[in-house]
Protein backbone atom coordinates (compact mmCIF):
# COMPACT_ATOMS: atom_id res chain seq x y z
CA UNK A 1 0.00 0.00 0.00
CA UNK A 2 1.14 3.57 -0.74
CA UNK A 3 1.91 5.83 2.27
CA UNK A 4 -0.39 8.52 3.01
CA UNK A 5 0.97 12.04 3.38
CA UNK A 6 -0.38 15.08 4.44
CA UNK A 7 -0.72 17.96 1.60
CA UNK A 8 0.30 21.46 3.39
CA UNK A 9 -2.28 23.79 5.06
CA UNK A 10 -3.97 26.68 2.55
CA UNK A 11 -5.50 29.21 4.11
CA UNK A 12 -8.99 29.27 4.31
CA UNK A 13 -8.98 25.86 2.74
CA UNK A 14 -10.60 23.77 5.79
CA UNK A 15 -8.87 20.65 6.67
CA UNK A 16 -6.06 19.54 4.44
CA UNK A 17 -7.03 16.49 2.35
CA UNK A 18 -5.02 13.69 2.31
CA UNK A 19 -2.96 12.35 -0.71
CA UNK A 20 -1.07 9.59 -2.00
CA UNK A 21 3.21 9.67 -2.56
CA UNK A 22 5.30 6.91 -4.06
CA UNK A 23 5.78 5.70 -7.36
CA UNK A 24 2.80 6.64 -9.36
CA UNK A 25 2.73 3.44 -12.15
CA UNK A 26 2.97 0.02 -11.21
CA UNK A 27 6.01 -1.87 -12.78
CA UNK A 28 4.12 -4.36 -15.51
CA UNK A 29 6.28 -5.61 -18.24
CA UNK A 30 3.37 -5.89 -20.31
CA UNK A 31 2.52 -2.82 -22.48
CA UNK A 32 -1.35 -3.43 -21.35
CA UNK A 33 -3.35 -5.95 -19.08
CA UNK A 34 -6.67 -4.87 -20.70
CA UNK A 35 -8.49 -7.69 -23.35
CA UNK A 36 -10.69 -4.98 -24.85
CA UNK A 37 -10.31 -3.67 -28.09
CA UNK A 38 -8.95 0.24 -26.91
CA UNK A 39 -7.65 0.83 -30.24
CA UNK A 40 -10.90 1.11 -32.00
CA UNK A 41 -11.57 4.61 -30.08
CA UNK A 42 -8.41 6.12 -30.89
CA UNK A 43 -9.06 4.74 -34.69
CA UNK A 44 -12.08 6.47 -35.07
CA UNK A 45 -11.27 9.51 -33.81
CA UNK A 46 -7.94 9.85 -36.01
CA UNK A 47 -10.21 9.31 -38.84
CA UNK A 48 -13.31 11.75 -38.03
CA UNK A 49 -10.65 14.27 -37.41
CA UNK A 50 -8.75 13.96 -40.10
CA UNK A 51 -11.16 13.99 -42.56
CA UNK A 52 -12.86 17.59 -40.87
CA UNK A 53 -9.16 18.72 -41.05
CA UNK A 54 -9.35 18.15 -45.01
CA UNK A 55 -12.36 19.65 -45.63
CA UNK A 56 -12.00 22.65 -43.63
CA UNK A 57 -8.28 23.13 -44.84
CA UNK A 58 -10.29 23.00 -48.58
CA UNK A 59 -12.86 25.46 -47.47
CA UNK A 60 -10.67 27.60 -45.98
CA UNK A 61 -8.39 27.85 -48.72
CA UNK A 62 -11.20 27.72 -51.63
CA UNK A 63 -12.88 31.62 -50.75
CA UNK A 64 -16.12 30.86 -53.39
CA UNK A 65 -19.52 29.62 -52.73
CA UNK A 66 -19.77 30.73 -48.62
CA UNK A 67 -23.39 33.05 -49.37
CA UNK A 68 -26.11 31.95 -50.59
CA UNK A 69 -28.61 34.52 -49.74
CA UNK A 70 -29.62 35.16 -47.00
CA UNK A 71 -27.07 32.16 -45.44
CA UNK A 72 -23.64 32.91 -45.04
CA UNK A 73 -21.34 29.85 -44.22
CA UNK A 74 -20.12 29.79 -40.27
CA UNK A 75 -16.46 29.66 -41.86
CA UNK A 76 -16.65 33.21 -43.75
CA UNK A 77 -18.51 34.73 -41.24
CA UNK A 78 -18.06 37.75 -40.20
CA UNK A 79 -17.65 38.76 -43.67
CA UNK A 80 -14.05 40.00 -44.02
CA UNK A 81 -13.68 40.30 -47.70
CA UNK A 82 -14.58 43.65 -49.62
CA UNK A 83 -17.18 44.52 -47.16
CA UNK A 84 -18.27 46.85 -49.64
CA UNK A 85 -18.12 44.95 -52.34
CA UNK A 86 -20.02 42.09 -50.79
CA UNK A 87 -22.86 44.37 -49.58
CA UNK A 88 -23.16 45.39 -53.27
CA UNK A 89 -23.49 41.90 -53.98
CA UNK A 90 -25.79 40.92 -51.70
CA UNK A 91 -27.25 43.79 -50.00
CA UNK A 92 -25.77 45.33 -46.90
CA UNK A 93 -27.17 42.08 -44.38
CA UNK A 94 -24.44 41.68 -41.08
CA UNK A 95 -21.07 43.31 -43.31
CA UNK A 96 -19.28 45.22 -40.63
CA UNK A 97 -16.97 47.55 -42.87
CA UNK A 98 -14.37 48.35 -40.06
CA UNK A 99 -13.18 44.74 -40.95
CA UNK A 100 -12.67 45.36 -44.58
CA UNK A 101 -9.37 46.46 -44.49
CA UNK A 102 -8.11 42.99 -43.82
CA UNK A 103 -6.22 41.37 -46.86
CA UNK A 104 -7.74 38.32 -48.49
CA UNK A 105 -8.15 36.51 -51.85
CA UNK A 106 -10.42 34.74 -53.52
CA UNK A 107 -8.05 31.51 -53.01
CA UNK A 108 -5.40 30.18 -50.72
CA UNK A 109 -5.37 33.75 -48.42
CA UNK A 110 -9.56 33.53 -48.07
CA UNK A 111 -11.63 35.72 -45.37
CA UNK A 112 -11.24 32.17 -43.58
CA UNK A 113 -7.81 31.41 -42.77
CA UNK A 114 -8.28 34.76 -40.54
CA UNK A 115 -11.62 33.65 -39.03
CA UNK A 116 -11.24 29.89 -38.36
CA UNK A 117 -7.71 31.09 -35.65
CA UNK A 118 -10.66 31.37 -33.16
CA UNK A 119 -12.62 28.27 -33.46
CA UNK A 120 -9.49 25.98 -34.41
CA UNK A 121 -7.75 27.59 -31.78
CA UNK A 122 -10.85 27.19 -29.47
CA UNK A 123 -11.15 23.48 -30.12
CA UNK A 124 -7.42 22.66 -30.64
CA UNK A 125 -7.41 24.00 -26.95
CA UNK A 126 -10.19 22.16 -25.88
CA UNK A 127 -9.56 19.55 -22.49
CA UNK A 128 -11.84 16.68 -24.44
CA UNK A 129 -10.03 17.29 -28.06
CA UNK A 130 -6.68 17.25 -25.74
CA UNK A 131 -7.47 14.10 -24.90
CA UNK A 132 -8.76 12.67 -27.98
CA UNK A 133 -6.01 13.49 -30.50
CA UNK A 134 -3.35 13.03 -27.62
CA UNK A 135 -4.52 8.91 -27.87
CA UNK A 136 -5.87 8.67 -31.63
CA UNK A 137 -2.29 11.19 -33.24
CA UNK A 138 0.47 10.62 -30.79
CA UNK A 139 -0.38 7.62 -29.07
CA UNK A 140 0.19 9.35 -25.86
CA UNK A 141 -0.74 6.84 -24.44
CA UNK A 142 -3.60 5.63 -26.46
CA UNK A 143 -5.86 4.59 -23.46
CA UNK A 144 -6.06 4.29 -19.72
CA UNK A 145 -4.14 1.46 -18.76
CA UNK A 146 -2.03 0.97 -21.33
CA UNK A 147 1.89 2.08 -21.52
CA UNK A 148 2.46 5.41 -23.00
CA UNK A 149 4.86 4.49 -26.01
CA UNK A 150 7.13 7.45 -26.03
CA UNK A 151 10.40 7.21 -23.43
CA UNK A 152 9.91 10.36 -21.45
CA UNK A 153 6.25 12.24 -20.46
CA UNK A 154 5.87 15.83 -19.62
CA UNK A 155 2.27 16.09 -19.66
CA UNK A 156 1.46 19.39 -20.39
CA UNK A 157 4.17 20.88 -17.61
CA UNK A 158 6.44 22.10 -20.69
CA UNK A 159 6.75 24.36 -23.75
CA UNK A 160 4.95 23.85 -26.15
CA UNK A 161 2.28 22.14 -24.60
CA UNK A 162 2.22 24.84 -21.72
CA UNK A 163 0.35 26.92 -24.38
CA UNK A 164 -2.61 24.95 -23.86
CA UNK A 165 -3.60 27.31 -21.10
CA UNK A 166 -4.66 29.67 -23.18
CA UNK A 167 -7.15 27.87 -23.94
CA UNK A 168 -9.36 30.61 -21.55
CA UNK A 169 -8.51 33.09 -23.85
CA UNK A 170 -10.33 31.30 -27.15
CA UNK A 171 -13.41 30.92 -24.97
CA UNK A 172 -13.93 34.23 -24.47
CA UNK A 173 -13.16 35.03 -28.57
CA UNK A 174 -15.50 32.01 -29.22
CA UNK A 175 -18.05 33.78 -27.38
CA UNK A 176 -18.16 36.92 -30.06
CA UNK A 177 -17.78 34.37 -32.54
CA UNK A 178 -21.13 32.40 -31.28
CA UNK A 179 -22.86 36.23 -31.47
CA UNK A 180 -22.01 36.73 -34.71
CA UNK A 181 -23.08 33.63 -36.04
CA UNK A 182 -26.36 33.48 -33.92
CA UNK A 183 -26.74 36.93 -35.50
CA UNK A 184 -26.08 35.45 -38.95
CA UNK A 185 -29.10 32.95 -37.90
CA UNK A 186 -31.34 35.37 -37.25
CA UNK A 187 -30.52 37.12 -40.81
CA UNK A 188 -31.74 33.65 -42.29
CA UNK A 189 -34.90 34.38 -42.43
CA UNK A 190 -34.76 37.67 -43.59
CA UNK A 191 -34.42 37.42 -47.90
CA UNK A 192 -33.61 40.42 -50.18
CA UNK A 193 -36.05 40.60 -52.89
CA UNK A 194 -36.84 43.11 -55.47
CA UNK A 195 -35.28 45.47 -53.61
CA UNK A 196 -36.85 45.04 -50.34
CA UNK A 197 -36.96 43.02 -47.60
CA UNK A 198 -39.16 39.75 -46.33
CA UNK A 199 -39.27 37.29 -43.74
CA UNK A 200 -38.96 33.53 -44.56
CA UNK A 201 -37.96 30.47 -43.63
CA UNK A 202 -35.92 28.01 -44.90
CA UNK A 203 -34.21 24.83 -44.86
CA UNK A 204 -31.13 26.77 -44.22
CA UNK A 205 -32.71 28.97 -41.58
CA UNK A 206 -32.94 25.91 -39.61
CA UNK A 207 -29.71 25.22 -41.06
CA UNK A 208 -28.14 28.11 -39.18
CA UNK A 209 -30.12 28.33 -36.26
CA UNK A 210 -29.19 24.60 -35.47
CA UNK A 211 -25.64 25.32 -35.99
CA UNK A 212 -25.60 28.48 -33.39
CA UNK A 213 -27.34 27.05 -30.62
CA UNK A 214 -24.87 23.89 -30.94
CA UNK A 215 -22.38 26.16 -30.89
CA UNK A 216 -23.20 27.86 -27.88
CA UNK A 217 -24.23 24.16 -26.13
CA UNK A 218 -20.21 23.91 -26.53
CA UNK A 219 -18.84 26.71 -25.27
CA UNK A 220 -21.41 26.51 -22.01
CA UNK A 221 -20.75 22.83 -21.10
CA UNK A 222 -16.99 23.99 -21.62
CA UNK A 223 -14.73 23.43 -18.56
CA UNK A 224 -13.00 26.30 -18.58
CA UNK A 225 -17.30 28.09 -18.78
CA UNK A 226 -17.26 25.78 -15.52
CA UNK A 227 -14.69 27.26 -13.89
CA UNK A 228 -15.32 30.79 -14.87
CA UNK A 229 -19.26 30.71 -13.41
CA UNK A 230 -18.30 28.83 -10.23
CA UNK A 231 -14.28 28.61 -9.85
CA UNK A 232 -12.70 30.46 -7.18
CA UNK A 233 -15.01 30.35 -4.59
CA UNK A 234 -15.20 29.45 -0.76
CA UNK A 235 -18.12 29.29 -0.08
CA UNK A 236 -21.83 28.47 -2.99
CA UNK A 237 -24.19 29.64 0.14
CA UNK A 238 -22.93 33.03 -0.43
CA UNK A 239 -22.94 33.38 -4.05
CA UNK A 240 -26.47 31.56 -4.93
CA UNK A 241 -26.52 32.92 -8.36
CA UNK A 242 -23.56 31.70 -9.60
CA UNK A 243 -24.14 28.44 -7.70
CA UNK A 244 -27.12 28.04 -9.58
CA UNK A 245 -25.01 28.99 -12.99
CA UNK A 246 -22.71 26.65 -12.25
CA UNK A 247 -25.13 23.59 -11.57
CA UNK A 248 -26.43 24.18 -15.16
CA UNK A 249 -23.41 24.60 -16.88
CA UNK A 250 -22.08 21.09 -14.65
CA UNK A 251 -25.29 19.63 -16.44
CA UNK A 252 -23.93 20.68 -20.00
CA UNK A 253 -20.39 19.94 -19.07
CA UNK A 254 -21.39 16.41 -18.30
CA UNK A 255 -21.92 15.93 -22.10
CA UNK A 256 -19.23 18.14 -22.90
CA UNK A 257 -17.81 15.43 -25.34
CA UNK A 258 -20.74 14.52 -27.46
CA UNK A 259 -21.61 17.78 -27.64
CA UNK A 260 -18.02 18.56 -28.87
CA UNK A 261 -18.42 16.35 -31.46
CA UNK A 262 -22.24 17.15 -32.61
CA UNK A 263 -21.17 20.79 -33.08
CA UNK A 264 -18.19 19.99 -35.27
CA UNK A 265 -20.15 17.83 -37.89
CA UNK A 266 -22.58 20.46 -36.81
CA UNK A 267 -20.63 23.35 -38.34
CA UNK A 268 -18.84 21.47 -41.37
CA UNK A 269 -22.48 20.43 -42.52
CA UNK A 270 -23.74 24.28 -41.90
CA UNK A 271 -20.89 25.64 -44.39
CA UNK A 272 -21.31 22.29 -47.22
CA UNK A 273 -24.86 23.30 -47.21
CA UNK A 274 -24.37 27.05 -48.17
CA UNK A 275 -21.99 25.83 -50.21
CA UNK A 276 -24.08 23.73 -51.99
CA UNK A 277 -26.74 26.31 -52.23
CA UNK A 278 -24.78 29.10 -53.63
CA UNK A 279 -22.87 26.21 -55.98
CA UNK A 280 -26.52 25.62 -57.60
CA UNK A 281 -26.28 22.05 -56.47
CA UNK A 282 -29.06 22.37 -54.36
CA UNK A 283 -32.12 24.39 -54.27
CA UNK A 284 -33.00 25.52 -50.65
CA UNK A 285 -36.30 24.64 -49.98
CA UNK A 286 -38.10 28.23 -48.40
CA UNK A 287 -41.67 30.03 -48.39
CA UNK A 288 -41.15 33.78 -47.95
CA UNK A 289 -43.96 36.39 -46.82
FE1 LIG B 1 -13.77 21.76 -24.51
FE2 LIG B 1 -13.41 24.11 -23.26
S1 LIG B 1 -13.01 22.13 -22.57
S2 LIG B 1 -14.29 23.73 -25.21
Redesign the pocket.
Known amino acids: MLPVTTAPPRPNAGPPAPRLSGSPRAKIAAKTLRKDNYKREPLITFAVLTAFVIYSTFRAFYGKHYFAEPYISPFFSPPLSSAVEHAAKYGNIGVPPHLSWLPTTEYVFTPAIWILVIPLG??F?????RKAYYRSFWQSPPACAVAEPHGKYTGETRFPLIIQNV?RYF?YL?LVLNCILTYDAVEGFIFHRDGGTHFGIGLGSFVLVANAVLLWS??L?????RHIVGGRLNHFSKHPVRYKLWTWVGKLNEK?MPI?WVSLFGVALTDLYVYLVSSGVFSDPHWIS
Open positions: FRTCYYYHWGYSSCHSCHA
